[in-house]
């Protein structure tokens, strides 16, 4: 099989990419199907994803943008040489998971949960929809990505039918290192079944290495599906596929479905993103992630068993 010609080598989780057409591709921009909600489905079902560039509005995003980066130069973490709206990160920044500073923030709760994406859910859907209230916010330094996983484990006390939605809050290159997901890895059940439907949340009560554990707020079982992107691809079948982002696109996918990352291989650069979730209304919802504080992964939100 011939090498991808349209991409650069990739990387993800320290691991280079098998940059051939059967292994490695860009994403399928529905853009062109935004209002036929049944091809959309359609889509979802055979992909595992939808990608919808351009949906939102540019400057909303980058008006979200704005607030979240001036709670990171708040937070310390960018370089003050720079303006904080670029996102220059200081040394060794790392991984930087900031949830609070998307709360009481107007910017970012409009652009998630009023107007354009909650609807687009209800029609995706067809009816009422509901989303979670707490969200992830990320802004991720020059290092590996996000490896392999579905987001089931970590949200699968209610339904098993939400979406995640992940947004990009400014220009993601290759080099910066956006959302890959492994298309039609939603179907792999017979690979998927023996991880997907763990929580990690969950510990053996039997096991007292468990059960201190999840006293510290620990987790027995990270979550994490594999930390080789490109063997669990020669496992699974099928394609990474990523593209370069821009303020007003966002990804959404179920919850069986594998996605990672790109490593973000430049200098001193934060990538910053969220992800959000929806679901019908009509449906049970994971109590750790609803409320004014949700539990989240913290030791309220353990649940022990005899295992």
């Known amino acids: 099989m011939s090498a991808t010609t349209t991409l650069p ?9 098998e940059m051939t057409d059967d292994k490695v591709g860009l994403l399928r921009d529905s853009s062109d199907a ?37 709670g990171l130069a708040a937070a310390d973490v960018l370089d003050p040489a720079y303006p904080s709206i670029d996102a220059i990160c200081k040394p060794g920044a790392g991984y930087v998971f900031k949830p609070e500073l998307t709360n009481n923030n107007p910017a970012v709760q409009s ?85 997907v439907y763990r929580d990690v949340d969950a510990f053996c009560t039997n096991k007292p290495s468990e059960a201190q554990a999840a006293q510290a707020g620990k987790w027995a079982f990270s979550g994490t599906l594999s930390h080789n992107p490109p063997t669990l691809r020669n496992k699974f079948g099928g394609r990474w596929v990523t593209a370069e982002f821009s303020p007003g696109d966002f990804i959404t996918f ?18 910053i993103s969220s992800d959000a979730r929806y679901q019908r209304a009509s ?14 992964h913290s030791t309220a939100g353990k649940r022990g068993r005899i295992c």
């Not at 990387?11 to 280079?16: I, L, N, R, V």
């Not at 449906?283 to 989240?296: C, F, L």
Request: with cysteine.
């Open 9 to 17: 080598q990739l990387y993800s989780y320290g691991h280079e990419l």
């Open 34 to 70: 935004a209002e036929d909600f049944p091809e959309l489905r359609r889509r979802v079902a055979e992909d595992g994803y939808l990608y919808l560039k351009g949906y939102l509005d540019r400057d909303e995003v980058l008006a979200a943008r704005a607030s979240l980066t001036t």
């Open 111 to 195: 652009l998630l949960y009023a107007g354009r994406l909650p609807e687009f859910y209800r029609q995706f859907y067809g009816e009422a929809i509901r989303h979670y209230d707490y969200t992830w916010l990320r802004a991720i330094g020059p290092g590996k990505g996000t490896n392999p996983h579905c987001d089931l484990p970590y949200m699968g006390r209610g339904t098993h039918g939400h979406m995640t939605c992940w947004v990009p809050y400014g220009e993601i290159s290759f080099e910066l290192g956006g959302l890959m997901v492994l298309e039609g890895s939603h179907k792999r059940t017979d690979l998927l079944e023996k991880y």
């Open 254 to 271: 179920g919850m069986f479905l594998v996605h990672a990352s790109l490593d973000n291989r430049t200098e001193n650069r934060l990538r």
């Open 283 to 296: 449906e049970p919802i994971d109590e750790r992630w609803i409320g004014v504080n949700p539990s989240g």
